[in-house]
């Protein structure tokens, strides 16, 4: 961590091993931090198991998916002990905080910039180069991001720390100091570079982009105590108090669920847009000999001295548009847009074409600026991805690859496509592909309004989308009241499944249960014909009964009971206790019979008569007690084995079939799956319920209805015999930009 010259830490100014007298409020405040800090980590873990099983899952290999469950098994053995390091080192920080010089407070972005040149990583290892960068542009977007209340918290750490001064401030909440504490600390797991830069990037994700809520809470805990309530910065950037000066107010608290939330979605856009610029930089790289952008021609001049004209605005747009016409004329009657494969439009011949025959009024050379060509060649990787998304069910991806151009024309006029979640092009995109993903091949094209609704979605854009992004919000409003009224119906179907299933099922494991426990008992100690009536065709429903109501009315076990009291009275005791306590039971024991029978109104025209018979055997049974009180211990018949028919020993698994349960018990209610048949065929369905007694994984259509149930080793069977497969349900054009920017690292 003291990796810069201008860093000490504080005890070093008072002598090595001195405690540093911590104020009530900052030892308030580490509780506080630590405490959020471990909370938001467990957070960030958890998504990095996901991400690894989804890798897994995907894998092409089984070396490969073996390399990611190693590395889901490795940090989840590590992740406690990496959590108790990280906020030790936090909680550390609250102790010593280092002291930095104020000029290198100032440029530690510079400085990071500097460390991370070229000339000074050459000797480091290509690993621990990337992940010294990844960890570098997150110290660097959170400290610019967060720079407001950093500043209000250095300011206030300041006057309160014994030996800071406004030379030396101190700050221990300083994204430099838990970032690399967070890095020493997850050093411990033994991974490879991509699975560590996983981890980090879940933790930016989940606990840097969060820091700005534990920042508030730290500086309205010190403007209660008082420690400069009345923040008024005068240094060199005078501005940076003026957006966060309301907020210091005495009494006033953090930011409430809302701002959180604004707060949360402002730094996902830097983030995204960080990532934009990383991809730009990656497709700068392969910018060659087919570029069309003004670089390609030596900024304004062309092969033998052609002067350049820049094509961009309103008349790239309306190239483009002509374009759109001209593909879909020839690939489609817009009668029914899913006909046939995805289009594949190559949309960087489609450019070149265009440029080639476009012929400008002043006779220059047409050229694309850099950042047009960029996007250009983004949103082709982006429908590349598309189009090769198993997640999408085949008609609804044959539709979205319509929007090529029209989503092309969108983001040249309008680059916060990529940094927006909320951008109403993207969010229209992510809705129809979220919507169709239980689509199958075998639902009716003609019958089914959902497919319906989409197709005319993508045909209103295709027809009337001239550059006014506000087609796509009134398109994805009216989309989004479509499927509330659908999910609705749905809903309320798959719940009337659920439960049904849930009561046969549960039926079904209680007559189950009723019949192997009498069968194992009644094979053990055999009882006279008419008691064995009594109790498997009478007594059975009134075990029945009480198993299903037993989580409310508690009389299983009381149930099962009378059973055991019945068979014990009808075999000889001869000891003078069990004699005695024979005859406590046997009233109780007839009373409890003659009440279940009538309850469950079993033969109630020969209840009087079968009691009778019941009474008689008991008797027969007491007064045998003579004789088998003559007979010698050794002369006693043995207790009846359990005959090897009765019992269920549990199946050994196929092998490689065990490997395959984690998986299955990674879905969750609400996922939706994909079975293959033998046949050929497939459908789609979603996890509806997961019934744990019977263990029954229920599956249901879009509409609701139950398709399929199977155990949980039957899925796993499924799966490893390929005939399963998990989809992924995240935003699609998050999942595209993902498998871009990996696509062209590993171009690179």
């Known amino acids: 961590m003291n990796r810069q010259s201008g860093i000490h830490y504080l005890h070093d100014r008072q002598g090595a091993g001195s405690p540093v007298s911590v104020p009530p409020e900052v030892t308030r405040i580490r509780d506080t931090v630590v405490a959020g800090l471990g909370d938001l980590l467990q957070g960030a873990f958890d998504a990095v198991d996901d991400s690894l099983f989804e890798l897994a899952n995907n894998a092409r290999s089984n070396n490969e998916q073996n390399r990611y469950f190693e590395a889901m098994r490795e940090i989840r053995i590590k992740r406690k002990g990496v959590e108790k390091q990280f906020q030790h080192s936090v909680g550390a920080l609250f102790e010593h905080p280092p002291l930095a010089d104020a000029d290198q407070q100032s440029q530690d972005q510079q400085a990071h910039q500097e460390a991370a040149s070229a000339e000074s990583l050459s000797l480091v290892q290509d690993d621990d180069l990337e992940e010294q960068v990844a960890l570098s542009a997150m110290i660097s977007k959170a400290r ?190 817009r009668g029914n847009l899913s006909a046939g494969e995805p289009v594949t439009v190559d949309l960087r011949d489609l450019i070149e074409h265009v440029l080639e025959t476009h012929q400008p009024e002043d006779g220059k050379q047409p050229a694309l600026q850099e950042m047009d060509e960029d996007l250009i060649n983004l949103v082709a990787m982006l429908f590349e991805f598309i189009l090769d998304d198993y997640n999408l069910s085949a008609p609804i991806q044959v539709l979205i690859s319509r929007l090529q151009i029209p989503i092309l024309k969108v983001v040249i006029k309008d680059k916060s496509f990529f940094s927006r979640a909320n951008h109403p092009a993207r969010k229209l995109l992510n809705s129809l592909a979220r919507a169709g993903i239980g689509w199958s091949n075998a639902d009716e094209k003609s019958r089914d309004k959902l497919y319906e609704q989409i197709h005319n979605i993508v045909a209103r854009i295709l027809d009337e989308f001239d550059g006014d992004v506000q087609l796509f919000e009134t398109l994805g409003e009216e989309f989004d009241q479509f499927l509330t009224r659908e999910n609705r119906k749905a809903s309320l179907v798959e719940q009337r499944t659920r439960e049904s299933e849930r009561g046969r099922i549960k039926s079904q494991k209680a007559q189950d249960t009723v019949d192997r426990l009498l069968k194992e008992k009644l094979a053990r100690r055999p009882v006279p014909p008419a008691i064995h009536d009594i109790l498997v065709n009478g007594w059975s429903r009134v075990m029945f009964l009480a198993y299903l109501r037993n989580d409310v009315e508690h009389r299983w076990e009381q149930s099962v009971r009378v059973v055991d009291d019945l068979i014990w009275c009808l075999h000889p005791h001869l000891d003078d206790d069990e004699r005695d306590q024979w005859v406590r039971v046997v009233p109780r024991l ?148 993902d498998a871009v920017v990996g696509t062209l690292r590993k171009q690179a």
């Not at 407001?148 to 250095?154: D, E, I, S, V």
């Not at 949980?712 to 499924?718: F, Q």
């Open 590 to 737: 007839l009373k409890a019979l003659r009440a279940g029978l009538e309850e469950v109104s079993y033969n109630s025209s020969r209840l009087d008569e079968m009691m009778a018979q019941l009474k008689h055997e008991l008797t027969e049974a007491f007064r045998n007690l003579a004789l088998a009180e003559a007979r010698e211990p050794d002369d006693l018949e043995p207790e009846q084995p359990l005959p090897e028919d009765t019992m269920e020993p549990e199946e050994p698994l196929e092998a490689g079939v065990a490997e395959y349960l984690p998986e299955i018990d990674a879905i969750n209610v609400g996922q939706w799956v994909e079975f293959r048949l033998v046949n050929g065929s497939s459908f789609r369905c979603k996890l509806s319920a997961i019934i744990d007694e019977a263990d029954s994984f229920v599956f249901v259509n879009r509409m609701g209805l139950k398709v399929i149930e199977k155990t949980r080793v039957d899925l796993a069977h499924e799966m490893q015999r390929g005939r399963l497969t998990v989809l992924e349900q995240g935003a699609l054009i998050d999942r595209a930009l």
């Open 144 to 333: 610019a991001y967060f720079q407001g209340p950093l500043l209000q918290l250095q300011t206030r750490f300041t006057v309160i720390y014994p030996g800071a001064s406004e030379e030396r401030p101190v700050n221990p909440m300083l994204p430099d100091y838990v970032c690399r504490a967070f890095a020493d600390a997850a050093g411990a797991f033994e991974i490879q570079i991509r699975e560590r830069l996983i981890v980090l990037k879940q933790f930016d994700r989940y606990v840097v982009a969060n820091l700005g809520m534990l920042m508030d809470e730290a500086n309205r805990i010190l403007v209660q105590a008082g420690v400069v309530p009345n923040f008024r910065y005068q240094g060199k950037t005078r501005h940076e108090s003026a957006e966060t000066a309301k907020a210091d107010a005495p009494g006033q608290g953090g930011p409430d669920s809302h701002q959180a939330a604004e707060a949360q979605e402002s730094y996902q856009a830097r983030e995204n847009d960080a990532l934009f610029q990383q991809i730009r930089q990656l497709l700068a790289e392969q910018r060659g000999h087919r570029s069309y952008s003004t670089s390609h021609y030596g900024g304004g001049q062309g092969h033998g001295g052609t002067e350049i004209h820049i094509v961009g605005g309103a008349e790239l747009l309306h190239m483009l548009s002509r374009a759109s016409a001209n593909t879909a004329g020839q690939n489609t009657a």
